[in-house]
């Protein structure tokens, strides 16, 4: 199975509401990674939270992480159509230099 | 500005014929990447490359080369021992260091004909 696992695989909500997704991984690394995947592009870099730090925020995305449990959250606050995307986790492992291992994503449709 | 150009943006393999994907990046990062990503999944490793001349093959290599000529360029070339091609393929680079997000391109749409 793959070393990062979003939960849920699917979210659908109303503008203005927030959406969370998890990511779970298995082995232990340098820093966990949030993209953004509009259809049919390329992925955007949204947040990186090295593996010391337990929370970051930029604008109305807050990520949280917790090593002792091998997890982390993708919190979108208000959210809005134009947030409609997917959402992929990406951890960087220990020993493995600067690749990444993504997971398979949580596809977010925030309706109008 | 700066980024990742790939090209073309669909592509078309006919059976048993060779396809290069370009990649370019005028952002004068050392390494780059390349991604298979097959419909509703996630990424996956094909190749990298920390710096000029040298790469390492990522999980599903298999069907796959690279070159890393110059420090803007990483082409792949699908070949035709790569029996399942129809995919959508993502470069990437990034500073080659640890705790470096990566730059993506638009990506190649890729179909067999």
């Known amino acids: 199975s793959q070393q990062g696992e979003e939960d849920p695989q699917a979210l659908s909500i109303q503008e203005g509401e927030n959406a969370t997704m998890n990511c779970s991984y298995k082995?232990?690394?340098?820093?966990l990674q949030w993209y953004r995947q509009n259809s049919g592009r390329g992925l955007v870099h949204l947040i990186l939270?090295?593996?010391?730090?337990r929370e970051k925020h930029s604008g109305r995305l807050r990520v949280t992480l917790d090593t002792s449990k091998k997890s982390s959250s993708l919190l979108i606050t208000a959210s809005r159509a134009a947030d409609t995307a997917s959402y992929f986790c990406?951890?960087?492992?220990?020993?493995?230099?600067?690749?990444?291992?993504f997971g398979g994503g949580t596809r977010v449709l925030v309706k109008p | 500005d700066g980024g990742i150009t790939q090209s073309p943006k669909y592509l078309f393999r006919k059976e048993g014929q060779n396809v290069t994907l370009s990649c370019e990046q005028n952002?004068?990062?050392?390494?780059m990447y390349w991604y298979r990503q097959d419909p509703g999944q996630g990424l996956r490793l094909i190749y990298y490359?920390?710096?000029?001349?040298?790469?390492q093959k990522g999980d599903i290599a298999e069907g796959y080369s690279v070159s890393r000529e110059k420090k803007e360029s990483f082409p792949l070339t699908v070949t035709s021992a790569q029996k399942n091609p129809t995919a959508f393929y993502l470069c990437?680079?990034?500073?080659?260091?640890?705790?470096?997000?990566?730059?993506f391109g638009d990506g190649t749409r890729l179909s067999i004909l």
């Open positions: 990437a680079s990034s500073m080659a260091a640890i705790n470096q997000p990566q730059h």
């Open positions: 082995t232990s690394i340098n820093n």
């Open positions: 990406a951890t960087e492992i220990k020993a493995a230099g600067n690749k990444l291992t």
């Open positions: 939270i090295r593996s010391n730090e």
């Open positions: 952002l004068n990062h050392d390494a």
């Open positions: 490359s920390q710096i000029v001349n040298d790469f």
